[in-house]
């Protein structure tokens, strides 16, 4: 009993640390489910020809797109691209012009971490 007195500070820090970091990992999750919602709803209301709730889903999109991590928008690459296998891509297609975005951006962070490893100096 002694024991738990004198450290009794410590493992309010602990409990407190292991709640906080629950709800971290639980917060990713729901922003990673909510991204995939949204991606779902844009793909459908596209391939319904809803354009303009379409339009409102890809501008979402398209700004949390910097945010988010490389497997996600690697999983998006591959989801838009099974929808365009074959496709001819024009302008006014949402799917396409998201699917060239992700690659863009994808692209970008690739040449960004090999311009980093490039000029790494020498130990």
């Known amino acids: 009993m002694r024991?738990?007195?004198?450290y009794q500070y410590v493992f309010y820090f602990l409990a407190?640390?292991?709640?906080?970091?629950?709800?971290?990992i639980r917060q990713s999750i729901a922003n990673n489910s909510a991204h995939y919602e949204r991606r779902e709803d844009f793909i459908l209301l596209n391939t319904r020809a809803e354009l303009e709730a379409?339009?409102?889903?890809?501008?979402?999109l398209v700004h949390e797109m910097p945010s988010l991590s490389d497997?996600?928008?690697?999983?998006?690459?591959?989801?838009?691209?099974?929808?365009?296998?074959?496709?001819s891509c024009t302008p006014e297609d949402l799917i396409c012009r998201y699917n060239v975005g992700v690659s863009n951006e994808l692209q970008k962070r690739a040449e960004r971490r090999l311009g980093k490893l490039?000029?790494?100096?020498q130990d």
């Open 16 to 24: 407190a640390l292991v709640v906080c970091s629950v709800m971290v």
């Open 3 to 6: 024991f738990l007195r004198q």
């Open 71 to 87: 497997a996600v928008l690697a999983n998006d690459l591959q989801r838009t691209s099974l929808l365009l296998d074959g496709k």
């Open 54 to 60: 379409a339009q409102q889903h890809y501008d979402l």
């Open 118 to 121: 490039l000029h790494k100096p």
